[in-house]
């Protein structure tokens, strides 16, 4: 895809701010890692993170209107970077009001209604920056994979129309998500899904994606912080299957961010460690807000 044509090396890794656009989310040390988390101090650090980023060469900037502030963080940002290029998501709606012990920290909901919301608040911040539209977590029950009307909005809504995935049955979505078309043209030209060492069942189906002309973007590489203690060598395993356009990083600190970076050149690789879906699946619904 035009989007990210000739990317290598490091700019074949993303930086996604869903650990620094909000002060709680599943990954774990994050009193470690971000002891102040006022708006200013996590808008101060989101900043840092982007900077380091985009001078290490890095393109791609990923959020969702679920991720708190990090819109909002991007966009302040945007201004200068006229070559990165902007990817954010709807179908979450941020309710934590800013609190790490909210007890619902988001809300999800497909309708029509709610892209509408969304699209325009997200486009209220980048304007035609937005080059990326993801749909937020479909799974396989979603309405988003049945909902003609919804199809034509998401098609004429401007930008690259994407989704991400999650859950058990990933693989499920995104082979249905391939096969929705608009007009007579397939309406999702990119997938977001978790692979890791420890959850590679979406493998095929990303495969499938890939050969189809489609993006792919690896999610949740180091399972929200499980593989952490080998964060390079299982970047560098997930760069190196042949059907990932973009890796995404989450660090929140610049010696992660750093670390993750260097999976670019690295001749390191892990094996595989994978878990029944569904068990990776239960353990990361039970990791907890902090």
Not at 163 to 182: K, M
Not at 184 to 197: C, D, E, I, K, Y
Request: net charge negative; proline share 4%; with cysteine.
């Amino acid at each position: 895809m035009e989007l990210f044509d000739g990317f290598s090396g490091v700019a074949r890794i993303g930086l996604g701010l869903a650990a620094v656009g909000r002060p709680g989310y599943i990954t774990l040390g994050r009193e470690r890692d971000l002891p102040l988390r006022t708006v200013e101090a996590m808008r101060e650090r989101a900043h840092q993170l982007l900077d380091q980023a985009y001078a290490a060469g890095v393109r791609y900037f990923d959020v969702a209107r679920s991720y708190g502030r990090a819109e909002e963080f991007l966009a302040g940002w945007l201004p200068g970077h006229d070559d990165a290029i902007v990817g954010s998501k709807w179908g979450y709606t941020y309710t934590a009001d800013w609190q790490v012990t909210a007890d619902v920290h988001e809300v999800k909901d497909h309708s029509v209604g709610t892209f509408e919301r969304q699209l325009a608040e997200t486009r209220a911040l980048f304007g035609d920056r937005l080059a990326l539209y993801q749909v937020h977590s479909v799974t396989p029950d979603s309405p988003v994979l049945t909902d003609r009307e919804l199809h034509r909005r998401l098609a004429g809504q401007g930008a690259v129309v994407g989704l991400s995935t999650s859950g058990p049955r990933q693989a499920d979505a995104i082979r249905a998500a391939c096969g929705i078309e608009v007009d007579g043209l397939p309406l999702f030209r990119s997938v977001q899904a978790t692979w890791n060492l420890l959850e590679p069942s979406a493998g095929p189906a990303l495969a499938e994606a890939h050969a189809s002309g489609r993006v792919v973007i690896v999610k949740e590489a180091l399972a929200n912080g499980r593989l952490a203690d080998r964060d390079e060598a299982a970047l560098a395993t997930a760069l190196r299957r042949p059907w990932a356009t973009i890796v995404l990083s989450g660090a929140a600190t610049g010696e992660q961010l750093a670390s993750n970076l260097r999976a670019a050149a690295s001749e390191r690789d892990s094996p595989l460690a994978a878990e029944p879906a569904q068990d990776y699946w239960t353990t990361r619904s039970r990791l907890p807000w902090t």
